[in-house]
């Protein structure tokens, strides 16, 4: 099983989007392993968007992300990565493809509702930032065994 975080960013919450967004991702088939909110502390998101410190968009993701309280979440199953990337679509809602989640709810590139992990490396860096350890839950649901034969 492979695990990413997705952040469900303040615009998410703000527009009252979380429950409509989650859903979509169990109804994948996604598994929730973690799942908490904060008001995100500013060293805490200068150190989770460190790689975009020399961009000149770092100043405002950084003041969105610690504008409003955001909900973090850590997902598990096949392939977690790449089916939350493809649910998400396109960075930029302005050219996400319909039926997906930026594609359906967004029109901005940084008003684009929930962060998630790009490859397993940053999924396990940014996870240990945000959680710890004994905050991530193994389980099984029942109806596990009808969604992945494996």
């Given at each position: 099983m492979?695990?990413?975080l997705i952040?469900?960013?303040p615009d998410a919450m703000n527009r009252?989007?979380?429950g409509r967004i989650l859903t979509r991702f169990e109804e994948k088939g996604l598994r929730l392993a973690a799942m908490k909110m904060q008001r995100s502390p500013r060293e805490q998101v200068e150190?989770?968007?460190a790689v975009h410190k020399d961009r000149p968009f770092y100043s405002a993701l950084v003041e969105f992300m610690t504008a409003g309280p955001?909900?973090?979440a850590v997902l598990e199953g096949?392939?977690?990565i790449a089916v939350v990337r493809n649910l998400l679509g396109a960075t930029d809602g302005l050219v996400a493809a319909a039926g997906t989640i930026r594609g359906d709810f967004g029109l901005d590139v940084q008003y684009n509702l929930?962060?998630?992990?790009?490859?397993?490396?940053t999924a396990s860096k940014e996870i240990e930032l945000f959680f710890k350890p004994e905050e991530l839950i193994t389980w099984d649901r029942a109806p596990d065994r009808w969604i992945v034969s494996r």
């Open positions: 492979e695990r990413t952040i469900f960013k009252m989007l979380v150190r989770h968007y955001v909900i973090l096949p392939q977690a929930v962060h998630a992990s790009d490859a397993p490396e």
